[in-house]
Nanobody, 126 residues
Framework: QVQLVESGGGLVQAGGSLRLSCAAS????????MGWLRQVPGKEREFVAA????????FYAESVKGRFTISRDNAKNTVYLQMNSLKPEDTAVYYC???????????????????WGQGTQVTVSS
């Protein structure tokens, strides 16, 4: 079992920045591929970014490419999402997720993930 706890969400004006953190415990974080997904009420959970277990490879949704950066610190069992140039359409609950079965691909679907955090709200005002 892997437990994931997100933090760092909040209210920010358009153009501002936030850094989300996801602390992992209870499993082998260093071998897990990690992702961030987000969801707004009434819509499907959508992929934002993913990072491989060793941090060497990252992948982003087109909507956030160039603005968001995913990173990880395996020594601290933590994955981060740096969000810059935020837009009102980035408003959502952001979830951290872990893929531990070694699936191929880029883990862009919510079904690719095995464990989830509780989510953190990000609200971007215009």
């Amino acid at each position: 079992q892997v437990q994931l706890v997100e933090s760092g969400g909040g209210l920010v004006q358009a153009g501002g920045s936030l850094r989300l953190s996801c602390a992992a415990s209870g499993g082998t974080f260093s071998s897990a591929n990690m992702g961030w997904l987000r969801q707004v009420p009434g819509k499907e959970r959508e992929f934002v970014a993913a990072i491989s277990w060793n941090g060497r490879s990252t992948f982003y949704a087109e909507s956030v490419k160039g603005r968001f950066t995913i990173s990880r610190d395996n020594a601290k069992n933590t994955v981060y999402l740096q969000m810059n140039s935020l837009k009102p359409e980035d408003t959502a609950v952001y979830y951290c997720a872990a893929e531990v079965r070694g699936r191929g691909g880029w883990w862009t679907r919510k079904d690719d993930y095995d464990y989830w955090g509780q989510g953190t709200q990000v609200t971007v005002s215009s």
